[in-house]
């Protein structure tokens, strides 16, 4: 069997992890011979391969990135993409594909299966918002970086009697606004599943004050005010149609500085949640993600994702990780509601 593998979409830490697991069971299980495509889908469309063998995967565990490259690359929006893609996995003789990536990559993944290539996906993203499975892999990261950099801000937002405002990545989930402003006893935690309310913001951060606390909010970068809009850095889409966010958090410093007429700042944390070494737990889903992945190979499940439940990998139909979002629930932004203002 000769299979290949790919990690494609933002990176995230852990994949390197993956790709370990894949290759270290395959080879000394199996005996599979593995192949390595570069940069997400772009690797099959063009045909750039990399050697991937035990050699290849040798100390990477703790490393973060991804060995393989990654890029947004779009199969299904490049005309004729699939079939060329198709052909360059025929000539290579790959008789099966672990796709490593969040919703877009496998969203590709699910139009392949349906063309009948066999296809397994492992899910990934720090942003945790792909159906199917508790937990993706890189989010434990993501939430110990900005709770670190919460912990941080308490100490110079006190002395300095300032609104620190802290911008953490999420589009259209705020799972890790949620954790990390929970985990680092935010004042105000804005997602982007629910618009917020300036006056009550407002409100929060005076309360604040009159209890001599410096007020911490953090904000996912999807977040936005009431009847507003997302703020983008430009306009420019990516070839899956998103745009780059980044801005709410110095919205919201003009906003409540002008307001409150206390000094506000704002942190923008960006890749550095995404960059650097996955923490323990990331490691061992990394890791468990990859071993269930050519398990998933070896039963001929194709069409199906590596999933967490509860303490368990299983294997869901990849349809259902790609179908939905995972935003976070009504019920579990009013629990971390308790501890603002
Ligand atoms: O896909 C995860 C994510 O981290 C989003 O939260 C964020 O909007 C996006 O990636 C940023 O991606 P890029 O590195 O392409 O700007």
Redesign the pocket.
Known sequence: MRVGVLTG??DCPGLNAVIRGVVRRGVQEYGYEFVGFRDGWKGPLEGLTMELGIPQVRGILPRGGTILGSS?TNLVKIDGGIERAEENLRKLGIDALIAIG?EDTLGVATTLTEHGFHVIGVPK???NDLSGTDYTFGFDTAVSIATEAIDRLHTTAESHHRILICEV???HAGWIALHSGMAGGANAILIPEVEFDMDEVVSWVESRFKASYAPIIVVA?GAMPKGGEMITKDATL?SFG?V??SGIGEWLAQQVEDRTGHEARTTVLG?I??GGSPTAFDRVLATRFGLNAIEAVKDEAWGTMVALKGTDIVRVPLQEATGTLKTVPIERYDEAKSFFG
């Open positions: 979409g933002g947004r969040g993203t720090i942003d990545m999420g589009r970068e990516d998103h780059k966010l890749h949640q995404r």
